[in-house]
């Protein structure tokens, strides 16, 4: 399976364990009647490291499908959500007192899930936008806090929390950031991600898990 992910690559122990094979960021090595899957966010299909890949697939005749995704939880992960992360289980991130900012956020079993499902199912098309349904970022917060040994989370004022968050998390924080994916759920109304919240405070996380 050709998998390249540019800035996700914690995705890749997902795809492996999902699709139970060896993943590589090299079309060459991956087997011809496989599907090659790009993992981008929406606006990063210009990345030239992208396109390299998929011309590569191109030229090794794979069926080269793009998911375009939100925030990705997952163990591993890096960006605004490992900042979050981290800032909870420090004390810098706490809810926001009368927040109901929303993000589109997918957990990491269901970016391997979905890809999984497109390379056993042929796709009406190549391009899509994944993401479970919004969650209010307050929530995600107090989540963090559960999947970090029950961490008490407080709430503070939009003052203090720019101040202990920082100013670019702040403002994350305080912006809708909502995708539409009425396309897959149209072509895919079978398809049902789980609400990241949920699966943050309820899973069994053991040994082996992710």
């Not at 005749?61 to 997952?74: A, D, E, F, I, S």
């Not at 008490?152 to 994350?172: F, M, T």
Request: aromatic share 10%; with cysteine; hydrophobic share 40%.
């Amino acid at each position: 399976m050709a998998v390249f992910a540019p800035g996700r690559e914690f995705l890749y122990k997902y795809f492996d364990r999902c699709f139970d094979m060896r993943v590589t960021e090299v079309p060459d090595e991956a087997d011809k009647d496989t599907c090659a899957i790009v993992v981008t966010g929406v606006r990063d299909a210009e990345n030239p490291k992208v396109i390299d890949f998929m011309e590569g697939c191109v030229r090794r005749g794979l069926t080269c499908l793009h998911l375009r995704v939100p925030y990705v939880v997952g163990t591993g992960m890096g960006g605004v959500m490992m900042r979050m992360a981290r800032g909870v289980s420090q004390g810098t991130v706490m809810r926001i007192k009368d927040n109901e900012t929303e993000w589109s956020v997918i957990h990491a079993t269901d970016v391997a899930s979905a890809a999984k499902h497109f390379a056993d199912k042929p796709s009406p098309q190549t391009d899509y936008v994944v993401s479970a349904s919004p969650v209010k970022v307050n929530e995600l917060v107090t989540a963090f806090g559960v999947r970090i040994k029950n961490k008490h989370i407080g709430s503070l004022s939009r003052r203090w929390a720019r101040l202990l968050s920082g100013k670019s998390l702040y403002q994350a924080m305080v912006t809708d950031q909502i995708l539409d994916t009425r396309q897959f759920a149209t072509d895919y109304p079978e398809f049902v991600f789980a609400n990241p919240v949920v699966y943050l405070e309820t899973h069994d996380y053991g040994d082996d898990s992710l």
